[in-house]
């Protein structure tokens, strides 16, 4: 059975994309190069064995069915 492991960072990674819409975007609120955010994503999905966003090149990300699940509980656990 595979257990993922993800941290904090992670979550609010992915929570700051989802809110701006573009990894872009999430990137200048964050202060971080977009380049680690994708990276950290990518990371994140590799590790949940899932894709949560599609990235649409110039025009921002689109959560998957399993972005939307996760996104309800990644506010929960930062909000916690």
């Known amino acids: 059975m595979h257990v993922p492991r993800f ?12 809110e701006t819409g ?9 202060n971080v ?4 955010l994708a990276q950290a994503l990518s990371d994140l999905e590799e590790e949940l064995r899932t894709p949560l ?3 649409r090149r110039s025009r ?4 998957t069915a399993a972005g ?3 996104l309800g509980e ?5 909000d916690a």
Do not use: C, M
């Open 33 to 36: 190069s977009p380049t680690a």
């Open 7 to 18: 941290s904090l960072r992670q979550i609010g990674y992915f929570l700051a994309i989802a």
């Open 53 to 55: 966003l599609s990235r």
């Open 60 to 63: 921002g990300v689109n959560l």
């Open 22 to 30: 573009s990894i872009q975007a999430a990137a200048k609120r964050l």
């Open 74 to 78: 990644a506010r929960a656990v930062l």
């Open 68 to 70: 939307a699940r996760l």
